[in-house]
């Protein structure tokens, strides 16, 4: 099925460093979200965005929906170790299309 | 509030078999889809319902169906088990409509042998 070009597939972290993760789309999406996903559960919400242009935080997270709506980029500030985990986007065409398109994900590890 | 409940959490299945998973969304939300989760395809979509109706349905065979009830709480059922269909299986709800975050349940892992 169709996906969401999401990179990098997987980075290493150090405790206080910034993380950047991106998804490029080659079609247009009304709502860009991020989830993030631990081992053995569901993934979680963290941000929602809803219009083209828009930049949204939430604690030290914060997304911008591209202006071209094709794209979306996720910042991560000062990387605490509860960061690792699996980190998604999704977005959504709305109108009658109401399914979420799925990036492969983001995988955050700690640097050894 | 409780959030997306799916049961059960683990299931192992025999192929040839069928099973169906029960998912409870929040209270008040209307909209359930269904996502299947492996490590090669990542997430995929399987359907959504809306008041008992189902808006969506993603590219799964005809093995794959589901339904709601009036209380807005869904059941997916799989037939003819293939060992391809093990998986993690993950239901959203969300409040009202499309264009709004879904929120997930923790899944259920069903295993095919």
């Known amino acids: 099925g169709q996906q969401l070009n999401q990179s990098p597939q997987s980075m290493f972290i150090q405790e206080g460093e910034d993380v950047s993760m991106n998804c490029t789309s080659s079609?247009?999406?009304?709502?860009w979200l991020w989830y993030k996903q631990d081992p053995g559960e569901g993934p979680v919400l963290l941000i929602a965005?809803?219009?083209?242009?828009e930049l949204t935080s939430n604690g030290r997270l914060t997304a911008q929906f591209g202006i071209t709506r094709k794209d979306s980029f996720l910042n991560i500030s000062a990387s605490i170790p509860s960061d690792v985990g699996i980190y998604f986007c999704?977005?959504?065409?709305?109108?009658?299309?109401?399914?979420?398109?799925f990036g492969k994900g983001t995988k955050l590890s700690v640097k050894p | 509030k409780a959030g997306v409940t799916q049961t059960p959490r683990y299931l192992i299945k025999t192929r040839g078999q069928q099973v169906t998973l029960s998912c409870s969304p929040i209270?008040?939300?209307?909209?359930v889809s269904w996502y299947q989760q492996t490590p090669g395809q990542g997430l995929q979509f399987l359907f959504e319902?809306?008041?008992?109706?189902?808006?969506n349905k993603g590219n799964f065979p005809g093995r794959f169906s589901g339904r709601q009830f009036s209380n807005s709480r869904s059941e997916m059922n799989v037939s003819t088990l293939e060992l391809g269909d093990s998986a993690l299986y993950l239901c959203?709800?969300?409040?009202?409509?499309?264009?709004?975050?879904?929120?997930f349940g923790s899944g259920t892992r069903l295993t095919v042998v």
């Open positions: 999704a977005g959504l065409r709305g109108g009658s299309q109401g399914n979420l398109i």
């Open positions: 209270s008040g939300h209307r909209s």
């Open positions: 959203a709800s969300s409040l009202r409509d499309l264009n709004y975050g879904y929120t």
């Open positions: 079609s247009i999406f009304n709502t």
């Open positions: 319902y809306f008041s008992e109706t189902q808006r």
């Open positions: 965005l809803y219009k083209a242009g």
